[in-house]
């Protein structure tokens, strides 16, 4: 199994629990760590390896992220080089769509860079751009007259 750590600028990370609790359910296999004001990266960091250190017996951890380059994702990046301990994985640009995916998925792989690689087709196809489609009248009836 793969333990799973969201984290995020403000609220991002409790936010998606939140969320991830309503709709799925919640897992002692996913933590949620938040990066809040007044916070430093150095607080951020040791929370991380509070989460990671729960999560170590599931063998490896995908860190799901909110900003490519932010502070939570560079934090993340950082311990996946000092934690040689846990094979962590990091993936920024999360939304809920990608945090559920790996929910479900979760139990299905023992290595976080698989887990990501599936749950992120699974993520990037649940965005979609709503159109309301007209409805085309058939005139096929007619005689083209």
Same mark, same amino acid.
């Given at each position: 199994?793969? +333990? ?33 004001? +007044? ?31 932010g502070s939570p994702f560079k934090m993340a990046v950082e311990s996946k080089f000092e934690r040689q301990d846990v094979g962590i994985?990091?993936?920024a640009g999360t939304s809920f769509a990608l945090l559920l995916a790996c929910a479900t998925m979760i139990e299905m792989f023992d ?35």
């Amino acid at each position: 199994m793969v +333990g799973i750590v969201v984290t995020g600028h403000g609220n991002f990370a409790t936010g998606l629990e939140s969320s991830l609790k309503l709709i799925y359910g919640g897992s002692s296999h996913i933590k949620f760590v938040d990066f809040v004001e +007044g916070e430093s990266t150095d607080t951020l960091k040791a929370n991380l390896n509070a989460a990671f250190d729960e999560l170590k017996e599931d063998g490896s951890i995908l860190v799901l992220s909110d900003l490519l380059g932010g502070s939570p994702f560079k934090m993340a990046v950082e311990s996946k080089f000092e934690r040689q301990d846990v094979g962590i994985q990091v993936v920024a640009g999360t939304s809920f769509a990608l945090l559920l995916a790996c929910a479900t998925m979760i139990e299905m792989f023992d290595n976080a860079r698989d887990l990501a690689e599936a749950a992120i087709v699974e993520g990037k196809d649940a965005m979609t751009l709503f159109e309301l489609e007209e409805e085309v009248e058939d005139d096929s009836d007619e005689d083209g007259i």
